[in-house]
């Protein structure tokens, strides 16, 4: 069955630093998400890509944040200077369209830890 | 107002119990609605999605009220790998993106 993959699943950082989560999603999608969640919180839409460009971003996509997808089959997470408050689990999920019906296949995830 | 809200629980509950978790939203423009299973520190998986009709997978039955904002599910004879975070999630008018409720938590024992 094809999955969504996520590299890498752990990632510890400094506060301040650059760091990049990495997805390859379903050949055939063409809707690619990155969601987080905090521990014990819900799980937060942060940003939709469609067509090399982002559809809808959410509050928590501040200018810290960017995605691309630099090929034919990754899709990263920028975050350019982290805070202690970016540690979560990240989640990058595919869907083979846009409509309200259309349901979302997620990664495994990246938990960030920013120390 | 939130835009999904749950109960958290935890339920408690012995194999072979019925079990309903209710999720309600605010946005009566709604279009689509789910039921999605998180396991600890996993991703989300589609459980099912919520038709108008309601409709049943096996042991799971999900509901829509539109009139009145929620949807639920049911699980019968509940089984110990039912253990989980339910996660009430829904697509509002207006939006594509799918909005998650904090889920509900699961607890099946012996």
């Given at each position: 069955?094809?999955?969504?993959?996520?590299?890498?699943?752990?990632?510890?950082?400094?506060?301040?630093?650059?760091?990049?989560?990495?997805?390859?999603?379903?050949?055939?999608?063409?809707?690619?998400?990155?969601?987080?969640?905090?521990?014990?919180?819900?799980?937060?839409?942060?940003?939709?890509?469609y067509n090399n460009e982002i559809s809808e971003k959410s509050e928590i996509f501040d200018d810290q944040f960017s995605v691309e997808r630099p090929d034919g089959s990754n899709f990263t997470l920028k975050i350019r200077s982290t805070k202690l408050e970016d540690s979560a689990m990240y989640f990058c999920a595919s869907s083979e369209d846009s409509s309200y019906n259309e349901k979302l296949f997620f990664g495994s995830g990246t938990q960030l830890s920013v120390l | 107002r939130k835009e999904v809200e749950q109960d958290p629980g935890p339920f408690n509950v012995p194999e072979g119990a019925t079990v309903a978790f209710n999720c309600t939203y605010s946005n009566s423009a709604s279009q689509s609605f789910f039921w999605y299973r998180q396991?600890?520190?996993?991703?989300?998986?589609?459980?099912?999605?919520?038709?108008?009709?309601?409709?049943?997978?096996?042991?799971?039955?999900?509901?829509?009220?539109?009139?009145?904002?929620?949807?639920?599910?049911?699980?019968?004879?509940?089984?110990l790998s039912d253990s989980a975070t339910y996660l009430c999630v829904v697509t509002s008018g207006g939006s594509y993106i799918p909005t998650f409720g904090r889920g509900t938590s699961l607890i099946v024992h012996p």
């Open positions: 069955e094809p999955e969504v993959t996520q590299t890498p699943s752990h990632q510890v950082t400094q506060m301040g630093q650059e760091v990049i989560l990495r997805c390859v999603p379903i050949s055939n999608h063409l809707y690619f998400y990155w969601y987080r969640q905090i521990l014990g919180q819900k799980v937060e839409f942060l940003v939709s890509f | 396991d600890c520190r996993k991703e989300p998986k589609l459980l099912m999605s919520v038709y108008s009709s309601g409709n049943e997978d096996g042991r799971f039955t999900a509901q829509l009220n539109r009139a009145s904002q929620y949807i639920s599910l049911l699980i019968r004879d509940s089984k």
